[in-house]
């Protein structure tokens, strides 16, 4: 193992934690905003994966001018998902916790179950992209441009949220609904039309972070649900009720599952980011940056 | 302790009873083996629902990692059989005291954590567990166990001509699981559960040893989850870590206890009863396509009931909602 190698490995690992981060600031954002844990978040990327591939398909729409559409249209999902499913679960007077997770869960299912009996099992994949299969070197490391893209697109996603939260007034009340909903209330602020500017925000995160990820994953019914466990690590890693938190997440995420494939065969790369999750709650139960 | 209290267990033990006769008969009647398989599989799901809903319900930690126990139960008992020729009864044994004791090791870190924290330690656990499984060579790795057929016997606990023996088994398991559940729910514990599960603070004010409930619930629960791991791995004498450690083994020991009615004695049951045979039948009968409407079925029902029924399908036969934390 050279020195070119293992740089090599962490610079790929820092690009795919940056797009794990990604993916997973959405079920961070719903998560703070409301405490509830959206086990439908790996089925949004699917579909976000495949609005991007028939995007492509149908309209010759390249995923990267494709990524602010489906963004949109997944701003929109997320936002009925809430007001047409999670604002009842959100109502129940019994075992609230439980039937938040089944509710989304059974969300889950029918989802790949729709995208089954649609979409067929078949794998499909993006094969002519702009930026598929081009690779850059810089100082030597070899880098694969849709990805070097996907993170660039991360960190400014990340920022953009930054700026959304901290000045703007949807983005105050948001911070102030997940703050005290009572309260906010009081002022006039409709909860129920935050919350679902919230699904849809998280949404469209997750959205973008599909268009992304189809430039360079195969899209198929399951997809959702090998990065849908990786997410929730990130989340909980860097902290519920923390949005930054997700982008520390990721980060570590991605360095973690690069180094832990240095040392073992591929196939258990997953175990270093578990070990990795495990150790820091054991440490500190809250996450990194949890306030809950 | 009134005398509403006893009469209402009395009368859970009654039922219970009448229900087991009956289900006891029913091979009588139902001759078809895709139907007495089935059976077979709502009966362990009902107990393996019942050992999770012993955790999960009545003391309210929140596990998605059951699999891990279910596995364990499964591959001791095929291991010590295919490769020391032990009988499967004690590998069932062995895989339920590993598993126990695995549950109690694993407890005393992760019981400190709350909320998603847990669920999500859980869920971590049980895939480190699948992905060492898929690699270790010695238990066939990602090709699993083909469990070598040595005649139909109980004391093999193998029976290649009739699904029947696996059916009283099964029905005998679901038994035992429901009295154990019976009795701990009106022992010291069970009360202890409960109070954990509503307020844990306020319990461990009132001097119940918190850390020690929780514990004390893992491995009843771990035990009863790695027996019907065992019994699974004689009942389709093949197992790999794929059929048996996934994620959604852990969910699919959750389910039946949440919607039949979680932390209630016969939500498991109810649940169990209700959801095995409509996945069973839907898988068959419209799954074949491979085009997802058993999926799309299946997602409807779960999403369906957690909306309409929050406290779980139990809600239709009480009158009035039961009052949160003692049994009436």
Redesign the interface.
Known sequence: MTTATIIQSLASGLLMGLLYGLVAVGLALIFGLMDVTNFAHGEFLMLAMYITFFLFAFFAIDPLLAMPLVGAAMFLFGALVYLFVVRFAMRARANIGMVQIFTTFGLAILMRGLAQYFFTPDYRSINVSWLGGKTVSIGGVFLPVPQLVGAGVSLLAFGALYFFIKKTDFGRALEATREDAGAVALVGIDKNKVFALGWGLGGALVGIAGAVMAMFFYIYPDVGASFALIAYVTVALGGFGSVFGAFAGGIIVGLVEASTALILPPSLKSIGIYAVYLLVVFIRPRGLFGSM | MNDAHTKRRRRDLIVAAVLALLAACAPLVVKDVYIQNIMVLTLMYAALSQAWNILGGYCGQ?SLGHALYFGLGAYTTALLFTKFGVLPWFGMLGGGVLSALIALGLGY?TF??????F???T???A??AL??F??WDWAGAALGIDIPVRGDSWAKFQFTRSKLPYFYFALAFCCVAFLITWWLEDSKWGYWWRAVKDNPDAAESLGVVVFNSKMGAAAVSAFLTAIGGAFYAQFVSYIDPDSVMT?QFS?LMA?PA??GG??TLWGPVLGAAILIPLTELTRSYIGGS??????????????VI??AR??GLIGLFSRK?APKGVPQ
């Open positions: 929140i870190p400190r954590l709350r909320g998603h924290y669920v999500i330690a869920i971590v656990i895939e480190i992905l060492l898929l690699n994620f969910l389910l949440v919607l979680i932390g491979g085009r997802g409407v058993d999926l799309i079925l299946y997602g409807t029902v779960i999403v957690a909306l929050p406290e909602p």
